[in-house]
């Protein structure tokens, strides 16, 4: 499966965005679905997750109440949206595919990724 993912900005604190993650190939709904986020000099860090038959979420602390994931099986696509950004979300944002077993913030578990999307909040 290819994953691209969009929909990043340059945007002022406390305002909204939302990437997109589009899937191509087949047997997407086959795949539990993550976001990361990675800055540089730093190692990539879990965002949310999503599993396969859309009925478990789970978030990094840092994000809880303020961003949700959520995906359409049928349009092969996971969202992220992301409310009250804040300048510690800078970073580029990468949508990752994991099949089989996997842990859950384990970046290596992850067999897709795609080509991430930069996110800039500006105070």
């Known amino acids: 499966v290819q994953l691209q993912a969009f929909g990043g900005g340059l945007v002022q604190a406390g305002v909204s965005l939302r990437l997109s993650c589009a899937a191509s190939g087949h047997s997407f709904s086959s795949y539990a679905m993550s976001w990361f986020r990675q800055v540089p000099g730093k190692e990539r860090e879990f965002v949310a997750h999503?599993?396969?038959?859309?009925?478990?979420?789970f978030y990094a602390d840092s994000v809880v109440g303020r961003f949700t994931i959520s995906r359409d099986n049928a349009k092969n696509t996971v969202w992220l949206q992301m409310n009250n950004l804040k300048p510690e979300d800078t970073a580029v944002y990468f949508c990752a595919a994991a099949v089989g077993a996997y842990r859950i913030k384990r970046p290596g578990d992850y067999r897709y990724w795609g080509q991430g999307t930069q996110v800039t909040v500006s105070s």
């Open positions: 999503i599993s396969r038959s859309n009925d478990n979420t």
